[in-house]
């Protein structure tokens, strides 16, 4: 299974700094939902695990191997990063999309393997789109599109997968669905899963594991009842919550009480 | 099961390939055949297979197969070229001029003209293409100072700053000479005629390497179009992607603008009328791009020797013509396909 | 992205220009911001002081103290000052004030900072006019030396109104969309510029290369009779334009919020259009199509008033301090040699473009 170590982390976009010696181990994780008031540095983070980011000091560590110095097609047969709202061009078809993230397998002679092709197919059948292979992504619902994309990281075929907010812009049901699919991910394929979640309650339910980031630094890590604590909440989120057990899951289910004490405790705005 | 839609897709696609190789092959057949001496086709069969010197085997072999080479080439050149810098800066106003190429080579020209008194259409076309390389580099150096590398609105600005300045200094140029100026001209309403057909195997090299770099661009273009975040997780680094369609553009422009002039407008619409057929893979698009290129090309010179009968009307002009109103009709009929 | 074109928002555009001043007379209310006034007034300034220094050089030189004494009533020098200088570096700076205020406009309407008179059809469909008047004007019998001489200007305005007005009715379609416009406007500028390059072929190079001056954009041997109409014109289309300002403010809000805020979006767009075209129309007509001057203009006006949008006085004062002082240069850089003031204003304002660029990418990182 795969590993992904971060080690003394500063990040930061030209002077300012927005992440300063974090290291974090998420090896064997399973499923690992990144939590924390906006502008924490989370999606920062994340996209410094994927190499997409360069740090400005600290390592990157994947399966032991400084990211930095691997070269990027082989990072990307072992870790997929999907970041946040992206775009893709007008026409463009579901098939398309997902044979796109064939593209670290291929070269230019070896352009359309039968690897390829089962890739591709198991993707689309994992997300459930195989119906609608050749519509063309515009026409597609919020959710579906959604699909999609991660269709696309799936034929990918990495062990680690990495996630900005997959669930933003979709509705509840929406986002459920695509959180199952997540779940069953790592359940039936032995993915490890990385993923940023705004929604504490869906995070405590599909996450094996939460890291809560404030000010760029881990505030707190580990199982969901361990980290979802009154004391953690009203540190990270300047929120006022109480705890309670999910009577579906047995987890915990943070209910907020009438509204955050958060003029004093506010983190600096922006991401 | 789920072989179904990609395989019919892609049968689908190699039968308009198929279609648009054979409208190629027509087209320049015609361009062969048809003009002030219409040829008929046994008779072009004989001039190219076996000539024995009667004036039609001259007509063909000195005038028609250089002018149709040079159609063909021009017209292929052009049209990937376009659809590459469409891709590259996500611009559907993008030319293959837009970075400098088609002003860098003028400029060249007009001022080895100017200063070397250079005469001989030869010579200057290697200082146009000469002109275009450096302007094309210049371009990319300027659209990537400050950190971040080249992204598709640096580049835009850069071109069209760098693109005004050399037309500001061309301007100064012609004026003060009017030799330059006789050049410059004609060389702006662009001609596949009466070129010397000494220049193709000079500049097939150039265009076939460039042919050859944009197809290979192809793939790492497809993962650019889904932004940059994206391709790089896709394992596909960004600059060497950038470098190598910036590469093929100048080769495929710079050679095709330094023979036949500044007939960038094949590179803006076709790669428009190309990606309607193809959709947005640009493993399609490039070759349908290339071939319609050829097509209007050689299209509108068949018609310019048709309207003007006895006599002809220059390409360049037609193709404003032609191609312009069409334009127009397109991006009236159609919401405008946002790239 | 809703927009593929590039659209840089400018530099800094955090600010909101400063300090700003509120004026209340009775029911008449303004809000008044310093710098954009300053800015304004040290133009105006800037601009007498080149037109003094414009009609002072020639063959015959003559002070800037006694230029500013003979336009003051003095009788030396008057007919150098009045007759033979004066017009020329007026035409100039009408032709400046007019481009830059147009390109403002078109700049706001198609929010897009390479969007000019230009991407409206105006420039290279007066170009075709006049060198189709020229080239055929010379030789072709119909056209006689005096009418073409008189024809120039009238083809130009001609040209430019008919292509511009030409862009404008192609890209309606259920109301103005400002990315359909550039789209239609680069059809119709491609057509004209192959036509224009064809007609160029066709006539000598003598013909060619007098044509060659009025495209590049020339305020050579302009007179009254070139001051007046252009003139009239300004006086009539810039007040017009600035009592609409305040409707292109709430159009850069975007479509959606433009409306919601009562505005009839494609009535106030077509109106500012069609000012934007007659005005680059009058100006190409007067001194053929100066480069550069409504694409830079706007948007060095944009950046000394520290502004988020392209200042509509502003551009129009930077728009004729640019043209009379490349007018200058012009003139007098190159002894001898007088080039077209097109060539100077390209010359100038692409380095200042592209250091624009660079500077902006220094701050984004």
């Known amino acids: 299974m795969a590993s992904l170590t971060a080690r003394d982390l500063r990040l930061g976009y030209g002077d300012r700094i927005v992440v300063d010696g974090l290291s974090l181990d998420l090896g064997d994780a399973g499923v690992t939902a990144i939590i924390g008031p906006n502008g924490c540095g989370k999606s920062t983070l994340l996209r410094a695990l994927g190499r997409l980011l360069k740090p400005h000091a600290g390592r990157v560590l994947l399966d032991g191997d400084d990211i930095a110095k691997v070269p990027t097609r082989e990072v990307a047969k072992r870790l997929a990063i999907l970041p946040q709202a992206p775009q893709a061009p007008e026409g463009l078809t579901v098939a398309d999309l997902v044979t796109r993230g064939r593209h670290p397998h291929q070269s230019w002679y070896r352009q359309w393997s039968s690897s390829d092709e089962g890739a591709v197919a198991d993707a689309l059948a994992k997300t459930g789109l195989l119906e609608l292979a050749d519509r063309p992504l515009d026409e597609l619902s919020g959710g579906q599109r959604q699909r999609a994309w991660i269709s696309m990281a799936l034929a990918q075929d990495t062990g680690l997968l990495l996630l900005d907010e997959p669930t933003t812009f979709l509705d509840l049901a929406h986002q459920i669905e695509v959180l199952e699919l997540i779940r069953r991910l790592h359940a039936d394929h032995g993915r490890t899963v990385v993923m940023v979640l705004h929604d504490l309650n869906l995070a405590a339910r599909y996450a094996d594991r939460l890291v809560a980031m404030r000010d760029g630094r881990v505030a707190a890590s580990g199982a969901p009842a361990e980290v979802l604590t009154v004391e953690l909440l009203a540190e990270v989120f300047g929120l006022d919550a109480k705890i309670i057990t999910d009577p579906v899951s047995g987890g915990p289910l943070v209910v907020p009480l009438g509204g955050a004490r958060s003029a004093t405790a506010r983190p600096p705005d922006g991401s | 099961m789920t072989a179904v839609p990609l395989g019919a897709l892609r049968r689908h696609r190699l039968l308009i390939l198929l279609g648009l190789a054979l409208l190629t092959m027509g087209v320049t057949v015609a361009s062969i055949s048809i003009g002030a001496m219409r040829i008929p086709l046994p008779g072009v069969w004989s001039a190219l297979v076996h000539p024995t010197g009667t004036e039609q085997d001259d007509v063909v072999r000195s005038l028609r197969l250089p002018r149709t080479a040079f159609g063909l080439l021009a017209g292929t050149a052009l049209g990937m070229a376009g659809a590459l810098v469409q891709g590259h800066t996500r611009n559907p106003l993008a030319d293959p001029g837009l970075l400098g190429v088609t002003q860098g080579a003028a400029f060249a020209m007009v001022l080895s003209i100017f200063t070397l008194g250079v005469t001989d259409l030869r010579v200057y076309i290697w200082f146009g293409f000469a002109g275009a390389l450096v302007a094309s580099v210049a371009v990319f150096t300027l659209g990537s100072v400050g950190g971040g590398g080249a992204t598709p609105i640096t580049l835009a600005l850069a071109g069209a700053a760098v693109s005004t300045l050399l037309h500001g200094l061309i301007s100064g140029l012609v004026l003060l000479d009017q030799q330059a100026l006789n050049v410059y001209r004609f060389w702006q309403a662009g001609a596949i005629a009466g070129r010397d057909a000494r220049l193709l195997p000079q500049v097939l090299p150039f265009v076939l390497l460039g042919l050859f770099l944009a197809l290979a661009n192809a793939p790492g273009l497809n993962v650019l179009s889904l932004g940059e975040d994206v391709a790089r997780s896709l394992g596909r680094r960004v600059g060497p992607t950038r470098a190598l369609g910036i590469a093929s553009i100048t080769l495929l422009t710079g050679s095709a603008v330094a023979v036949c002039g500044a007939l960038a407008f094949v590179g803006l619409i076709v790669p428009h009328v190309a990606r309607a057929l193809s959709g947005p893979d640009h493993r399609w698009l490039l070759p349908y791009s290339g071939l319609l290129g050829a097509i209007l090309l050689l299209g509108a010179d068949i018609a310019g020797r048709i309207v003007a009968r006895p006599g002809e009307l220059e390409v360049g002009i037609m193709l404003a013509l032609i191609g312009g109103p069409f334009f127009i009709a397109l991006v009236r009929r159609r919401k405008p396909v946002r790239l | ?365």
């Not at chain 3, 203009?297 to 950046?303: E, V």
């Open chain 3, 1 to 365: 992205m809703r927009s593929p074109i590039p659209r840089t928002a400018p530099a800094g555009s955090v600010r909101t220009g400063g300090v700003s001043l509120t004026v209340r007379v009775a029911r008449v209310s303004f809000r008044v911001r310093p710098r954009p006034i300053t800015v304004a007034l040290a133009g105006l300034g800037l601009l007498a002081l080149l037109m003094a220094l414009s009609v002072g050089r020639g063959d015959f030189p003559i002070g800037v103290g006694d230029v500013f004494r003979t336009l003051l009533g003095g009788e030396e020098n008057r007919f150098v000052v009045m007759e033979l200088r004066l017009p020329r570096a007026l035409t100039g700076a009408l032709v400046g004030a007019a481009l830059g205020l147009s390109g403002a406009i078109a700049q706001a309407v198609a929010r897009n900072p390479l969007a000019s008179p230009d991407v409206l059809g105006v420039t290279s469909g007066a170009s075709v006019a006049v060198v189709l008047v020229m080239i055929t004007g010379g030789g072709y019998g119909g056209v006689s030396g005096l009418i073409a001489t008189l024809g120039v200007p009238f083809a130009g305005l001609a040209g430019g109104l008919v292509a511009g007005i030409g862009v404008y009715l192609l890209a309606w379609r259920h109301g103005l969309d400002g990315y359909r416009l550039v789209l239609v406007g680069i059809g119709v500028t491609s057509i004209a510029a192959n036509v224009k390059w064809w007609l160029l072929t066709i006539g000598d190079v003598d013909q060619a290369s007098r044509a060659m001056v009025w495209i590049t954009g020339s305020l050579n041997g302009r007179g009254w009779e070139h001051v007046r109409p252009v003139a009239l014109a300004l006086m009539l289309l810039i007040p017009l334009t600035l009592l609409g300002a305040h409707k292109l403010e709430a159009l850069r809000l975007g479509d959606d919020s433009a409306r919601g805020l009562g505005l009839r979006v494609d009535l106030a767009r077509s109106l500012l259009v069609l000012a934007a075209v007659a005005l680059a129309a009058v100006a190409t007509a007067s001194a053929g199509p100066v480069e550069f001057v409504a694409l830079a203009a706007p948007q060095i006006a944009l950046r000394l008033c520290g502004s988020t949008r392209p200042p509509l006085v502003g551009s129009l004062v930077v728009g004729a301090v640019l043209t009379v002082g490349a007018d200058l240069i012009a003139r007098t850089a190159f002894g001898g040699v007088e080039l077209p003031v097109g060539v100077v204003t390209a010359v100038l304002g692409a380095p200042f473009l592209i250091y624009l660029l660079v500077r902006s990418r220094r701050k984004a990182t």
